[in-house]
């Protein structure tokens, strides 16, 4: 706690603490910026301020589970550690060793620069500042929305459609995910890049990793139908095409009611945030139809399936929307103006 002092006829200044001096090498005629934060507060910045690098070891011997081992090296990734060491006092086995080197070779950024039987050092290169979150999350709805039209064609009888490549876009997905999470993390812990980052805020880091993980939980939906329609096609399986047309529409329904969510959030535009809602209505009300149809019948268990996941995709594009809505007040608009 400082006391406000008044120096000459006008001046109010405040004293710097002697620790936070000592640990920014602050002395007397080094320049410092003052930043005012969307939440209020004022953010003292020196200058000179010297970038430091942070670590983590990871005792590789004290975990026994290999996935265990893994959501440590990315969590790690996830908080901003420059750099991760797996370590371990016992030799680790080349089964071990392969796994952390894939591990790190699926976040983006982080490059192995040693590795031998006790240790794995990985390092971070990438400047914080190159990664937008909303153009990180633009990529995402993109990488999503090719996911999906690969698997809408893999419903046309015609076509085999590349189920495979949903695969492969989905580790994609993945590593664009965590990289948004990292993002978010340096951008409240290291405040002099968040405005670079695309963080007014500390308020907004939370919703923008919600939609972020939305978009994965998507992708993750979409991998679903895209493994059901492999399995129906290695079964070389006959499909009713009325039912399969039935499904054609409810994804393409879903996949208009993604794609205008994504825009919504990204434009604040409130048409948009409109329309998606009612496309999202549109497509529960669809599948509740198709499914009710297929029920009747007795049959097509697997077109049920692809039914229920379809309004699940539609179900989380309702959180983007909620976050939408939020981002749209944030700033006065013609819609709400506000008042501080």
């Known amino acids: 706690m400082r006391k406000v002092q008044k120096v000459g006829y006008s001046t109010l200044a405040v004293s710097i603490p002697k620790r936070f001096a000592k640990e920014m090498n602050l002395s007397e005629g080094d320049s410092v910026l003052f930043r005012e934060d969307a939440d209020g507060t004022l953010r003292l910045i020196p200058a000179t301020k010297a970038r430091k690098s942070s670590k983590v070891t990871i005792r590789a011997d004290l975990i026994e ?3 265990t081992l893994m959501r440590f090296i990315v969590g790690s990734y996830a908080l901003g550690y420059d750099t991760v060491e797996v370590y371990s006092r016992e030799p680790l086995d080349k089964v071990r060793t392969e796994m952390v080197i ?36 633009k990529r995402l709805q993109i990488l999503v929305a090719k996911s999906l039209d690969d698997v809408m064609e893999a419903l046309d009888p015609g076509k085999t459609g590349s189920l495979n490549e949903v695969r492969r876009v ?27 980052i695309g963080i007014e805020s500390p308020l907004h880091a939370s919703g923008d990793r919600v939609c972020a993980k939305t978009l994965d939980e998507i992708g993750s939906v979409i991998l679903d139908v895209a493994e059901e329609l492999i399995r129906r096609k290695e079964e070389a399986a006959v499909e009713d095409p009325r039912v399969v047309e039935d499904i054609r529409r409810l994804g393409a329904k ?44 007795g049959e097509h268990g697997y077109a049920r399936v692809l039914a229920s996941q379809f309004a699940q995709l539609a179900r989380y594009c309702n959180t983007i929307i909620e976050i939408a809505s939020h981002r749209l007040l944030r700033k006065s608009s013609k819609v709400a103006t506000i008042q501080r």
Do not use: C
């Not at 590795?115 to 990438?126: G, L, Y």
């Open 65 to 67: 589970d290999d996935e």
């Open 102 to 137: 894939e591990t790190v070779k699926s976040l983006r950024g982080l490059e192995v620069v040693e590795s031998d039987s006790r240790h794995v050092v990985a390092q971070s290169f990438m400047d914080p500042t190159k990664f937008p979150v909303d153009s990180l999350i």
């Open 170 to 196: 989905q580790g994609e997905i993945d590593e664009l995910y965590w990289l948004i999470v990292r993002q978010l993390l340096v951008a409240l812990n290291r405040r002099e890049l968040s405005a670079d």
């Open 254 to 297: 879903a996949g208009e009611a993604f794609n205008t969510t994504v825009e919504g959030l990204l434009t604040s535009d409130l048409k948009l945030i409109e329309g998606s809602a009612a496309l999202v209505a549109e497509t529960l009300k669809m599948e509740k139809e198709v499914t009710h149809e297929m029920l009747e019948s």
